[in-house]
């Protein structure tokens, strides 16, 4: 490879975790009807005004702060004026870099295949989102539920060099959005939209001097990490055959849209017709000052991470570096194991019913943890059942995965199938005993070294009663018996 | 016996003694707003229908009043005298009009303007030209030019106005009531159609110094839907109206009220601002101090330019919601930008479009700092300049305009550039938010000329106490338009 891709993300994540819109009073909810959660201003009705959400604000510092960022004195927000259908008042209400956003210069480190990646931060802005539009062959529709749902827009600096290092970024900023409250960050309901720049340089040029960067092409509106991933892999392929026919340095800055579909990218324009957005200090906004003991209260306020939890899993619970990972992954899922936990559930053992048993159920299922019926107090119950062994694991299992498929609850299963183990000494010893009478052939054989033979009543006894005794139990009763004991 | 052409209050107190009834208060003011409009245009709707309030304590109940058509009113057709909005009846009220309604005043007319608040004429708006009530060959200066014409001509004792230049204290000068635009934020603008936000104002136009205080006392008030606006819950503007004005500090400015500032004075502007003088004259007599100040006089002409710079600019910004998608006859065309196009090419006038076509060039990111960012320094220099005044003086003391309205024919003075200052200069008031009013003070050739008192911020009180005080001695209180008198309206 004689080339070296430099990437720059701008990642838009919605905050869904405040009750209203950053600048209105309307619901700040996702919805399927559309037109629900609007407020006059949301449509830009004549004399409607913004009104800034705190809550918004407030979790757009504590971003700021978790990506090390430097915070303003006072905040500002600006006009940003173009025409759309989608954009009611024909200017969207965000932030520049002059006055300072919510946060500029900071950087995020997180490990990347086995080492530590740091990508720097330009800044991150809190804007509103704009409404979301259908187009049907001759008509289109406009849903102003989204117009003015709180977004936070992180631009970084280009530091990432593959795919898979722009796509490891995402992941940790998506879970860190979740960690802290921010957002579900869910790119299925379009909360996550990214633009990618890409350039190509030679390798061995020094890529800290940006004259030895190639040309940058931002590629708009890429709105899932797989597509993050095909759009950047194709654009580097495109530009590297660019440079082998020799017409890559008469490729101008350009601005491309990714084609899902054909997963392609297509030129839209270039940096010649960009939009002149006219940015203006917005006047129905008073600059208002955050005061230092307002940025403690939040920064005090910033929960544990994936990253903490993750390492007090290892060293509090002595879970193991594999399984931890997996359960910090998504919050829902290490929220549902300190639930677990809560229940006074061993930690290794909720563990394991958790990150094998029912997420590789739920994968199965193609079910996210956020849509499943079970609740942490349930997988307890069962996990009980199984530890004071009135029902089998075997039994556990199929009841999750039966739970997990039709939204019940597992012990509601059980009990409707009247599955019991026979846990009580004396009832197993009742069939031992017959089994022993019915298979002398056996006892000789065991008698005679041929040990393994046990196995062979264990499935005995086990067929008796259908399943339901307690096969360490069976064990040791036999071995017991057949010893002489 | 006609109630309409009286004070608040004395219509207040012919209600209290049930000597009339709200009903026929409607009826009265009714009558003369379509006896007014045949005339003089001043209303895009007439409220035939206006539904009688309550009387109680509150001085405003049950008296009617009018509405400059740019203040959202629900259920009530508001067009801010476009064409783009012609049809638009909004589903919310503006928080000022709600005040209003609270205390029980009942709104009998929406009255035209220049278009959006655009203008100072009154030549704009979509149902044609306001002529002023003194004079029907004369315009009554905008935007607020219905609700100028309708006070002075005494179809009601109050309307609202907006003011974003001049618009409440030019149009009530020319046509002799009074205009008031409180300290910026005092009154909230939710609901009022914005024009440039940094310098919108609302407030009231009424035939005398307490009817202004009243009204603005029950327009005001913080309100969570307009950030700019604050808690004036401690300002009593009517209560505090003592016109004990002994040892008040005034100042007027040398640069803009010297008649040799104007070798081509006409004999009105001479006669102007010789009456100007007269009335500082008198302010002495109350015991006033007046003093001649110096401002740098190119500080002074760079006024207009900032004002149109940051207007513009923030008006071609803030119209752009104006797309004919949501609201507005829609446009047509083969896609939305054709839509919008055609939308707004027929729906505004050439004036508007000249000023939309100036904001966008100004913000454009080569010319933003040279001229936007330049425009917003100076408006920094021209406040910081009116607040150095304030800290020896009560309030700065000014001539309203040239003299008195303008002929619809007659540009030559608007032509003038010598007279640019004393045309705009009531602009400062709105660069700092400042609370300012116009009270008349006189006449030339029968026709009313007014003066204009501005003080520091949140000294409303005190600006109203100095203009009511003087309104006292000057005897132009409560005057009602001759013209349309004598043809008995």
Redesign the interface.
Known sequence: MKYKALIGLEMHCEISETNTKVFSGAKNSYSDIPNSNIR?VD??????????NKEAVRKALMASMILKCQQPEYMYFE?K?Y???DL????QITQETKPIPVGIYGELKFDFEGQEKVVRINNIHLEEDAASTDHFGSY?T?DYNRAGVPLLELVTYPDMHSADEAVAFLEVMRSIYQYAGISEADSKKGQIRCDVNVSIMDIDKDETLPSNWGTKVEIKNVNSFGGVRDAINYEINRQIELKEDGTYDSMEQQTRRWDEELGETIYMRSKVDAI?Y???VE????KFKISDEWKEEIRKSIPSLANERKERYIKELELSEYDATILVKEKKVSDFFENVLKENIEPKVASNWISSIMLGNLNKLEKEISDIYLTPKMLADLINKVTKNEISIKQGKEALLQSLEEDKDPNQIISDLGIKQIGSIDEIEKIVLEVLTEQPNAINQYQEGKTNIIDFLVGQVMKKTKGRANPSATYDLLKKKLEGK | MTYMDKSIKEIHEALVNKEVTPEELIKESLSKCHVLQEKCNAFVTILDNAKKMEVTDNLLSGIPYGVKDN??TKGVL?T?SSNT?KD?V???T?TSITNLEKAGAIMVGKTVMDEFGMGGTGTTGHTGIVRNPWDLNRMCAGSSSGSAASVSAGVYPYATGSDTGDSIRKPAAYCGIVGYKPTYGMIS??????F???LDHCGALARCVEDVAIVVDAMKGID?????SWDSSNIHLYDSLNGNVKGTKLCYIKEICDINNYPNASLELKEHLHNFMNKLKECQSLGIEVEEVSVDKTLLNALASVYVVISC??A??N?????G???GPRGEGNN??EM?KDYRTKGFSPLIKRRFVIG?YV???QN?DRY?HNAQRVRRLLVNEWNKLFEKYDAVILPVGSGPAKTFDDTSNMLDKNTTILEEHLQIGNFGGFPSITIPSGFINNLPVGLNITGKCYDDEKVLNIAYALENKFGYKGQIAKEVKENEI
């Open positions: 006059p449509m830009g009705f004549p004399g409607t005004l913004p009104v800034v006009r004026n025409y759309y259908p009611p008042k024909g200017y289109s406009i002149d006219k940015y203006f006047p129905n906004i008073p | 203040y959202s508001s801010g909005l638009y909004p589903f919310f503006a603008r939710y609901g009022l159609f914005p440039a936000s940094s969570k839907n307009d950030m700019t600019a923030e071609t910004s119209m752009s919601n104006l797309t998608i949501i609201f939305y930008i919008m966008s913000l454009q990111s933003k936007f």
